[in-house]
């Protein structure tokens, strides 16, 4: 692996005063309680996948060149040069062994932030050009076309088109639509790339969702991608330019709230980071549709009959969602009112294991049978609760589920939360 010029760039990034990376690189005990959190470590039982070794591989090089230790006596603070064969095996823990779930931060006994670390060494690789090719080249397509699957506006437009027909059929109403560019408009409504590409049955359920209650809303054709992986990629630059694309739109279309789509880190890299990236907080509100759907049933806008959705179903917490985004009990005040059936995981919610397609993971081609392994845990789980449905407010969560289900033979059906409350909707 060549290292390029970048390397001053790289370790730049440790170096810059921030009270916050200085005391989180410096504070692991080494105690090992993150190990039993981390579902690479937990599938495998090899000790490299530990959180904490990931944890020291950053604040190894921090040590060489941050503190006067690490200078003079690299070899007895344990201080690594960031060298060929350093750089080798950050790219394999930091991107090859991570989802960044936080739930080995939520175990440390002190309270490090190890996703937060694993972050700051995922840009110090971004600075070197060393993001895995397969990762970036999503983030490019997202920068080039507005979206990370690069679908043209005609195709896009096509879709929408027939499924504006459907929904028309569906609801017995030939003036049901699916508005696109529409201005001056309540909502907002952003997708994940996949849903117009591969799962069009969630475009049309939050659009059920909103004929039923008589939401203003639209789509745009301009920028409508919920994700933004370059928040796993580490390059802050492109993540910015992401999430600056986003915001402009909602001015452009005069719209007051927008409404992010079911993707865990595309909630996160948006509502939460997106400011920190963009040096200011948004003039306008900004929700998930989990958010947005039991607002609705709260304020009696729509209305379900649990009697429609009779299989067991259980519920996969996403993390960004969940564990890092507190939203909790939204989604099961939700699903009390939408399936007559429903059982949680075990364990679930704050602590629930990582299903092992976030973090980049489903865009890492190279990566995939690590994933796949990695995620056996959460197949035990599913099985364990005897559901025939597993729902996961998370795109990324459900294609990660979609391949457990066929590689493990799980015979269960994955669907959206979307999905299911449409199929509950009482049509008025």
């Keep these: 692996m060549k290292i390029n010029g970048n390397k001053e760039k790289a370790l730049a990034v440790l170096k810059r005063r921030d009270s916050k990376l200085q005391s989180h690189l410096n504070s692991c005990v080494r105690c090992g309680l993150c190990a039993e959190s981390c579902i690479f470590y937990l599938s495998t039982g090899e000790e490299r996948y530990i959180p904490a070794r990931k944890v020291d591989i ?5 040590r060489r060149y941050n503190t006067l230790a690490g200078k003079l006596m690299p070899g007895l603070v344990k201080a690594r040069e960031l060298d060929e064969f350093t750089l080798t095996e950050m790219v394999d823990l930091l991107f090859g062994s991570c989802t960044m779930c936080g739930r080995c931060t939520a175990h440390c006994s002190i309270g490090v932030d190890i996703s937060y670390l694993v972050s700051v060494g995922r840009s110090m690789l971004a600075e070197m050009a060393m993001v895995p090719s397969s990762l970036q080249s999503t983030v490019d397509a997202a920068i080039k076309t507005g979206n990370n699957m690069g679908i043209p506006v005609d195709e896009l437009l096509d879709t929408l088109e027939w499924l504006e027909d459907d929904l028309r059929d569906e609801v017995d109403d030939t003036e049901a639509a699916i508005p696109v560019n529409k201005s001056n408009v309540n909502i907002l409504y952003t997708l994940n790339p996949r849903e117009p590409k591969f799962f069009p049955l969630s475009i049309s359920a939050m659009a059920k969702i909103f004929y039923a209650a008589g939401e203003s809303w639209t789509l745009s054709t301009r920028m409508y991608d919920v994700t933004n992986y370059a928040y796993y990629s580490g390059n802050l630059d492109e993540a910015r330019e992401i999430a600056r694309r986003l915001r402009d739109e909602m001015f452009e279309l005069n719209a007051r709230i927008c409404v992010l789509a079911e993707c865990g880190h595309g909630s996160r890299s948006f509502r939460w980071e997106g400011p920190n990236y963009l040096g ?8 998930t549709s989990v958010e947005l759907i039991s607002r609705y049933l709260k304020e009696g806008r729509i209305k379900l009959d649990s009697s429609l959705n009779t299989e067991r179903i259980t519920l996969h917490d996403p993390c960004n969602l969940v564990r890092s985004g507190g939203i909790f009990e939204e989604q099961r005040f939700i699903l009390e009112r939408a399936v007559s059936d429903f059982v949680e995981m075990n364990p679930y919610g704050y602590d629930n294991y990582c299903c092992g397609g976030g973090g980049g993971q489903l865009a890492m081609s190279e990566y995939g049978e690590r994933r796949l392994k990695a995620g056996e845990l959460k197949v035990k789980q599913i099985k364990n609760t005897g559901a025939l449905t597993v729902v996961s407010p998370c795109h990324n ?9 066929q590689v493990y033979r799980m015979n269960v059906k994955i669907k959206t939360l979307a999905e299911i409350v449409a199929d509950a909707l009482v049509l008025e």
Excluded: G
């Design 58 to 62: 950053v604040s190894s090089v921090y």
């Design 280 to 287: 200011s907080s948004y003039a306008f509100e900004t929700i």
């Design 397 to 405: 969560c459900v294609d990660q589920l979609m391949q457990l289900n």
